[in-house]
């Protein structure tokens, strides 16, 4: 059997499957007819496999409990060790229904209500939203953008922040979504003496640790044994392979005593065993994506040169933020002498977008909008031509 979808120039039709990004412009304030390149899932078709894997189990048509076991692990655990030379004990894995799902529990496990918890604006706004709606407090260690591109973090300012809010917890995204920072050893290494030193528990979200277009992805809890103890590894074929509706995430938890309160608030929260679908999908997409994956990356790799020499060339006052990982493209629009205001109407009712606007990231994040460029190119090539043309016009 051969993988049989590698056409990612291939434009598919979404409409009317129900579809968050196509399906609900109206609904969510946006002109019916927007080309939407906003919320992270990819207008590919996913694997040959993973769809192979679903129908076959379909065909059972009894869809009662389920569980995995060996298989489905030994899958995970062969694609941590092959993609990110990290060995995972199964004991350590608590399986969820997605990733930000597991962000809430974190915030409900590790902190009381009233805590601070710290983030590092501008960041995926589930981040705020799930530390907010759980009654605690954000405090953001903002990133320094500096004169290269490049996103840095203010380790003074993090260490100050942890002192001064007494904080317990903190949400690294690593890759960095909207940044797209690959965190280098040398910062993950102080991110983690700094929150050993002050007792903070480091929920990892690695969601995107398979898109790395420069560099290297360092698992935070496999640098150090010490690390792995204060860490909570968020994971999930779900970015990797498209098949974020599967609701499958893999959260990988060394220490005894933080899986027990994670695992405390998933029995809290009536959580349970998962859906047979997206863990077949999972299974599937971890035995045998490799070829996809490959042939995706290569793709979205692509299409983030073809961005950079488009905006290059015909977006004079448009920068490209330096991107190192994720599918998401950072543009930085301030040159225009547009207000933030101004840059959403311009996006939206001008060239007809629909993207995320930087302002929803923190506000930091004003004057930037976020790209996502996992589509077919000629759908991106489109999304910068309504760019140039709203900017010249
Ligand atoms: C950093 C990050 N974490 C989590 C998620 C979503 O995870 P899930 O759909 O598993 O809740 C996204 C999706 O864009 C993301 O970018």
């Not at 609900?24 to 590919?44: S, Y």
């Not at 009894?62 to 655990?77: C, H, L, M, Q, R």
């Not at 101004?342 to 004057?367: H, M, P, Q, T, Y």
């Amino acid at each position: 059997m051969a993988e049989r979808n590698l056409d990612f120039d291939k434009v598919i039709n979404r409409k009317n499957t129900d579809c968050l990004k196509y399906d609900f412009a109206v609904k969510r304030g946006m002109p019916a007819d927007v080309l939407p390149l906003w919320v992270a899932d990819m207008d590919f078709k996913t694997s040959s496999y993973i769809e192979d894997a679903v129908i076959e189990r379909t065909k059972h048509g009894i869809f009662g409990y389920s569980e995995v076991g060996e298989d489905y692990f030994n899958a995970v655990k062969n694609w941590m060790k092959k993609h990110h030379n990290w060995d995972v004990d199964e004991k350590w894995l608590v399986k969820t229904p997605g990733v930000v799902f597991a962000l809430a529990m974190s915030v409900k496990a590790y902190t009381e209500p009233g805590d601070s918890v710290l983030i590092q604006l501008p960041v995926y706004y589930p981040f705020s939203e799930v530390i907010r709606d759980n009654g605690r407090k954000v405090v953001s260690n903002d990133l320094v953008l500096s004169e290269d591109g490049r996103y840095h973090i203010d380790f003074d300012d993090f260490e100050k922040k942890i002192v001064e809010n007494n904080i317990k917890l903190f949400f690294l995204c690593n890759p960095h979504n909207p940044v797209g920072r690959v965190w280098t050893l040398e910062e993950l290494k102080r991110i983690g003496n700094i929150c050993l030193e002050h007792g903070v528990t480091v929920v990892s979200d690695e969601i995107h640790n398979d898109f790395i277009l420069k560099g290297e992805h360092h698992v935070f809890a496999g640098i150090d044994e010490r690390f792995a103890d204060i860490s909570v590894t968020c994971t999930s074929a779900s970015k990797t392979f498209n098949i974020a509706s599967m609701m499958i995430s893999n959260i990988f938890i060394p220490s005894e005593a933080l899986r027990r309160k994670f695992r405390r608030q998933l029995d809290a929260a009536g959580v349970s065993q998962l859906g047979i679908l997206g863990l077949e999908a999972t299974r599937a997409a971890y035995e045998h994506g490799e070829e996809w994956y490959q042939a995706m990356l290569s793709y979205v790799k692509a299409n983030v040169e073809f961005a950079r020499e488009y905006i290059r060339d015909n977006l004079k006052n448009v920068k490209l933020m330096d991107i190192e990982g994720t599918y998401l493209i950072w543009l930085d629009f301030r040159e225009t002498g547009l207000t933030a205001k101004e840059l959403d109407d311009l996006i939206i009712n001008k060239a007809k977008l629909w993207l995320d606007s930087g302002r929803i990231f923190g506000k930091v994040g004003e004057g930037f909008q976020r790209i996502n460029v996992a589509c077919p190119r000629t759908t991106l090539k489109e999304a910068l031509d309504r760019i140039k043309i709203s900017l010249e016009g």
